[in-house]
């Protein structure tokens, strides 16, 4: 049929029409094998933790697990924060005030996972080597962190992270 | 020999790697009968099938803990908190069933059309290889959930072996790791769960070299004679596998979405339990009648025997049915037979199902006869006393009417491509 031959034709539409909608459930049956590799259910229902910090004296720090990872809750000394607060911020190489680190000064809350490459930095134990600038020291390629947490030397890009978090009493802090 | 390709990058490539010439060739210069019809389909939907089980296999995997005091609760959860858990592992239950549904259509298609007969005899006996891997397989996935059946379908399967005389016990010892199924057995069950569907591919892989040795055989049974009994390959039979794929797919999508559990048995529901037996203990439907058979001999020894013997006499059976025709539409009395077995296969699968009591033992002692009368006496008395049917000179002949077919093949156009 010689006019089948000129421009489209029916069959050239039923290819296309065939292809799309092959293509398209093919990409709906795939993603059901992408999703499952995501937090499940019951992972991200262990998302929250509450934290009662008067368990935390002053000059102590502990360390909890929140969603698999070590958080940070230091009770720091009113000479830590001082020392914090004096430093200019166009020292720091992620420049954050130290009132925007804490809701209450007295207790720093910060993820424990170095910035650089998510090794754990020591300074929890009073045995800890804390760095040149006495917050926290990453032994994994050397990164020194300051008391509020904020990075001063070495690889690391960012300061420690700060978890979202609120306090549900005076004391008890829902992180997450 | 080599293919001309257009795409530089393609040619660069086909050069040092010849990929794309191999493709070309299978499936495209492939010669293919031209008169295959739908029964056809079912090899290629039993390759697919293969990828679907293997990729929500390995999918579900990711989630699953082979350890007895996890399993069936490593199971609960990817239902309820993985995401799309529910449906992978209703993709992967359900799909053992058309896998098998597939598989054994497959078969009775091969069995209908003489599809085993030289030159094809290895070709099926791969087949017949691929099948016992299947069912091992099969049979090991069961057990993992560890629910009632998992554990119990283990004990009964694993304790068939224990029928063989002097080391039997020593060999069911050394299948459990223990002195009774445990988390050893699971253990080594998940790796070989994990293991032979790779098995399986490897098979399949021979299974199509040889299939491309001689191709398709084809509903008449007749050999390709000339390039007018043949067409390409592609786009011909990919377009008709496509389009049995859809029509398998919504099938499949309807029984994995309303009726998920309709294959399954409720009783694996429940965690295993080492010290309570449920009352009625069926294996997984596929497996029905082979278990017909194992019950209906009332000896040890003999049920495990007769049971692999079922399988063995379809790896003997190119050599049971010696007729020189293969397609059953020329064969008068093979045909009525044919139909004889399928519902004797029925009937087995049936009894299977039920209790071993009453009349059903009756009934499957009748069918367990019968079915390896049909092999064993009648395929080879067949061979002797049946008169065929005329056969057609070629696959063209019946279709542009008598003698037409053979000369001047040369000279009839294909058909356009587009
Ligand atoms: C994983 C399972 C299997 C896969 C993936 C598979 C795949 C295939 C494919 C793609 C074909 C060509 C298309 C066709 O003729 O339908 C084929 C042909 C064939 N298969 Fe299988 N097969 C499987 C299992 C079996 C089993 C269990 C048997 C027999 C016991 C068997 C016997 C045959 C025979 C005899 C042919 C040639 C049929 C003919 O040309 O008429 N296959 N297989
Ligand atoms: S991971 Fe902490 S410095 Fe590299």
New binding site residues.
């Given amino acids: 049929m010689a006019d089948t031959h000129q421009g489209e034709t029916r069959r050239d539409f039923l290819y296309i029409a065939t292809a799309a909608v092959g293509a398209v459930g093919a990409a709906s049956a795939v993603w059901p094998f992408v999703d499952q590799m995501n937090p499940a259910a019951d992972v991200l229902a262990l998302a929250s933790i509450e934290f009662d910090t008067a368990t935390v004296t002053e000059g102590m720090a502990v360390t909890v697990k929140w969603r698999g990872k070590p958080v940070f809750v230091r009770h720091r000394t009113p000479d830590e924060i001082e020392k914090a607060r004096a430093v200019p911020l166009a020292d720091l190489p992620d420049p954050a005030a130290d009132a925007t680190r804490a809701l209450k000064p007295e207790q720093l809350i910060v993820v424990g996972v170095c910035t650089h490459l998510g090794c754990v930095p020591l300074g929890q134990k009073p045995s800890d080597p804390r760095g040149d600038y006495g917050g926290w020291f990453c032994p994994c390629h050397g990164s020194h962190y300051d008391t509020a947490g904020r990075i001063r030397k070495g690889p690391a890009p960012k300061n420690l992270v700060v978890p979202d978090y609120q306090y549900v009493s005076d004391t008890v802090v829902r992180i997450g | 020999m080599a293919a001309k390709f257009e795409n530089s990058i393609v040619r660069w490539i086909d050069h040092r790697l010849p990929i794309f010439t191999f493709m070309h060739h299978e499936l495209h210069e492939y010669p293919t009968p031209k008169n295959?019809n739908y029964?056809?389909?079912?090899?290629?939907l039993?390759?697919i099938?293969?990828v679907i089980m293997l990729i929500s296999g390995i999918t579900l995997a990711m989630h699953y803990t082979p350890h007895v005091d996890y399993a069936f609760d490593s199971v609960e959860r990817i239902m309820r908190d993985v995401n799309y858990g529910w449906l992978i592992r209703y993709i992967h239950m359900n799909g053992a069933s058309f896998?098998f549904i597939v598989?054994y259509i497959?078969?009775f298609?091969?069995l209908y059309?003489g599809?085993?007969k030289a030159p094809?005899e290895l070709?099926?006996m791969?087949?017949?290889v691929?099948?016992l891997l299947?069912m091992a397989t099969a049979f090991m996935g069961y057990v993992l959930p560890w629910g009632q059946m998992s554990f119990w379908g283990a004990t009964v399967i694993t304790n068939l072996f224990s029928a063989i005389p002097v080391v039997g016990e020593s060999i069911v010892t050394w299948l459990w790791g223990g002195f009774a199924v445990d988390n050893p057995t699971l253990n080594r069950f998940f790796s070989l769960h994990y293991l032979l569907p790779f098995v399986?591919i490897g098979v399949?892989v021979l299974?199509?070299v040889a299939?491309h040795r001689f191709?398709?055989?084809?509903p008449l049974g007749v050999d390709i004679k000339s390039a007018k009994d043949q067409i390409p390959f592609h786009p011909y039979y990919t377009v008709k596998d496509a389009f049995g794929l859809g029509v398998f797919l919504i099938v499949f999508s309807a029984v994995v979405f309303f009726a998920p559990n309709f294959f399954g048995e409720p009783d694996n529901y429940i965690p295993a339990n080492p010290l309570v037996t449920p009352a009625h203990i069926v294996p997984e439907w596929y497996f029905l009648p082979f278990y017909a058979i194992l019950r209906s001999i009332p000896d040890k020894l003999g049920g495990v025997l007769f049971m692999f013997g079922s399988i063995a006499v379809?790896f003997i059976l190119p050599w049971l049915d010696r007729s020189p025709v293969r397609s059953g539409q020329f064969r008068p009395i093979f045909k009525i037979f044919f139909w004889i077995l399928v519902v004797d296969v029925v009937a087995l699968t049936y009894f299977g199902g039920k209790p071993a009591e009453g009349w059903y033992v009756i009934g499957s002692r009748f069918a367990t006869a019968y079915y390896f009368i049909h092999f064993l006496l009648v395929l080879p008395l067949l061979s002797i006393f049946e008169t065929p049917r005329q056969l057609p000179k070629s696959i063209s002949e019946p279709v542009l009417g008598g003698g037409a077919g053979l000369a001047g093949a040369a000279t009839a156009p294909r058909e356009n491509d587009r």
């Fill in positions: 295959l029964w056809w389909n079912f090899g290629s039993a390759g099938a293969l896998f598989v497959h078969i298609r091969g059309f599809s085993y094809r070709l099926w791969l087949g017949v691929i099948m299947m399986i399949v299974h199509l299939l191709g398709s055989n084809n379809l």
